[in-house]
């Protein structure tokens, strides 16, 4: 069975950076989509980004409020990826999820009719002076 852990968040200043790991453990996700959601308080959980869990790199694909400030990443041989925060602002305040689907990633994995089946219990990140 997958497991996810995340990990890395924080307090951090408006402006400031933060990285967010996800680490996968029980089962190997070759060929598979990973996902960040994050809710803020009081509101809906929304998807932030999504890319192929064995190149995050090249195929991060982001909410429009986040791009060209978040970037996702993978290290294939920790089975472990990220979410490089940078230029945080006050409304990327929220609990961090990653989440994994078994199906192989497309560009419109943000999408809301695609299903993650594996969640980590996320991570907090407060943005905020």
């Known amino acids: 069975q997958l497991q996810l852990v995340e990990s890395g968040g924080g307090l951090v200043p408006p402006g400031g950076s933060v990285r967010l790991f996800c680490a996968a453990s029980?089962?190997?996700?070759?060929?598979?989509?990973i996902a960040w959601f994050r809710q803020a308080p009081g509101k809906e959980r929304e998807a932030v980004s999504c890319?192929?869990?064995?190149?995050?790199?090249?195929?991060?694909i982001y909410l429009d409020s986040v791009k060209g400030r978040f970037t996702t990443s993978t290290d294939k041989a920790d089975n472990t990826w990220y979410l490089q925060m940078d230029s945080l602002k006050p409304e990327d305040t929220g609990i961090y999820y990653c989440?994994?689907?078994?199906?192989?990633?497309?560009?419109?994995?943000?999408?809301?009719?695609?299903?993650?089946?594996?969640w980590g219990q996320g991570t907090q990140v407060t943005v905020s002076s």
């Open positions: 029980g089962s190997t996700l070759d060929h598979g989509t």
């Open positions: 890319m192929s869990s064995s190149d995050g790199a090249s195929t991060g």
């Open positions: 989440a994994a689907r078994r199906a192989i990633w497309t560009n419109t994995c943000l999408r809301p009719q695609y299903t993650y089946n594996y």
